[in-house]
T-cell receptor, first 110, second 116 residues
């Protein structure tokens, strides 16, 4: 079992739909990152969180430390949101070392 | 403010050769980390440097090495290249400190290495 599990692996939505991507992890963490990767490879950091909830525009990230679970929500999805979304954790004893989930491929159709 | 710059963007090498990749972080960022991304293994942490010292290391063989200079620019080197080293190599910089080793990551565009 991987230390970081994401679901679903693939997700297709219609423009305007509410989207949820889930991340579960098995170790104690210092922080969790949500990353976005577009075709071509560039990665953008969406959120880094260690508790509670963060919101940026149409994106919302939540984390439940006790349940070792985080969710990324996209409200009013748009075709430009099509990308791979990656969850990564910083283990509590890992310093700066990140462990990554396998990613969720999101396709939003117009 | 300039972003993270990686060079070269693309390169082709043959087995047995070595390669050096460069990463210039955002001004003021002292932490630089490196990652390998392959279709089979996904994203994996290589190492992180802070103030010219390797602070954390992933599970890669000794053929993978790196260094950081006093201006925080970093290089990574892969010696005796193997076909399996073909990958996208990404670096990221952050405002991590000596006390808090993690921070929001700012990624470069990556260096895509093909080993023939």
């Amino acid at each position: 079992k991987n230390e970081v599990e994401q679901s679903p692996q693939n997700l297709t939505a219609q423009e305007g739909e509410f989207i949820t991507i889930n991340c579960s992890y098995s170790v104690g963490i210092s922080a969790l990152h949500w990353l976005q990767q577009h075709p071509g490879g560039g990665i953008v950091s969406l959120f880094m969180l260690s508790s509670g909830k963060k919101k940026h525009g149409r994106l919302i990230a939540t984390i439940n430390i006790q349940e070792k679970h985080s969710s990324l929500h996209i409200t009013a999805s748009h075709p430009r949101d099509s990308a791979v979304y990656i969850c990564a954790v910083v283990g509590r004893t890992s310093g700066s070392r990140l462990t990554f989930g396998e990613g969720t491929q999101l396709t939003v159709n117009p | 403010k300039a972003g993270v710059t990686q060079t070269p963007r693309y390169l082709i090498k043959t087995r047995g050769q070595q390669v050096t990749l460069s990463c210039s972080p955002i001004s003021g960022h002292r932490s630089v980390s490196w990652y390998q991304q392959t279709p089979g293994q996904g994203l994996q942490f290589l190492f992180e440097y802070f103030s010219e010292t390797q602070r954390n290391k992933g599970n890669f063989p000794g053929r993978f090495s790196g260094r950081q200079f006093s201006n925080s620019r970093s290089e990574m080197n892969v010696s005796t290249l193997e076909l399996g080293d073909s990958a996208l190599y990404l670096c990221a910089s952050s405002l991590a400190t000596s006390g808090v080793q993690y921070g929001e990551l700012f990624f470069g565009e990556g260096s895509r290495l093909t080993v023939l």
